[in-house]
């Protein structure tokens, strides 16, 4: 099973893809997870991405693409992947399309979850008094204003990716406002269904 999950951040993205693992046993793919490990790793790869990052650089596409065709040759991922956060352009989307094809491999679903973004700061700034009322650390991205220019980041970029996958009869859009086990189980339909 390879998937992608779309949506804007605090959709509930790494949530739901947590949950798929846990129920499937494929890993869930992280792109930035993975720059890291292909640098410490020093794989051919990594070794490009870097050269670009020690010279403050943002690493290119194409090194991207090269670390998600590494990482899914890994035994975890035979069976399956959710890639997370990737692609967040259609330049990456085209990429990764090709680089699958190179491989024999083609994705099964890509998910979306749709949200009311006019909710979402609410969700964010919940999300971090949940985390400090459990005496848990508040992630980064919480901050509101950080949040909102995610947000943005988000539908100047990356939102357009779904209109990709949709043409291609390859997208599913999931209720992403519905509580979390109910998004679960649609989930869990699409994939099964």
């Known amino acids: 099973m390879r998937l992608i999950f779309l949506g804007p951040p605090g959709a509930g993205k790494g949530t739901q893809a947590t949950r798929i693992v846990e129920k499937h046993g494929i890993p869930q793919l992280s792109t930035g997870d993975m720059l890291r490990a292909a640098v410490a790793a020093g794989t051919p790869v990594g070794v490009k991405a870097r050269t670009v990052m020690d010279a403050g650089g943002l690493v290119s596409d194409d090194i991207v693409i090269g670390i998600v065709a590494e990482r899914i040759e890994e035994p975890d991922a035979k069976k399956g992947f959710i890639l997370d956060g990737f692609p967040r352009t259609l330049a990456q989307a085209e990429a990764l399309d ?5 491989k024999g491999l083609k994705l099964d679903k890509v998910l ?27 992630r980064k991205d919480d901050d509101p204003e950080v949040f909102k220019t995610r947000l943005e980041a988000y539908n100047r970029d990356t939102a357009i990716v779904a209109p990709y996958y949709e043409k291609r009869g390859q997208l599913t859009p999931i209720d992403g406002m519905q509580p979390i086990d109910a998004v679960t189980s649609a989930i869990e339909t699409a994939l099964t269904g």
């Open 112 to 138: 979306e979850l749709k949200v009311d973004q006019s909710k979402l700061v609410d969700r964010i700034v919940r999300r971090a008094e949940d985390a400090k009322a459990a005496g848990q650390p508040v």
């Open 98 to 102: 090709v680089m699958l094809a190179s």
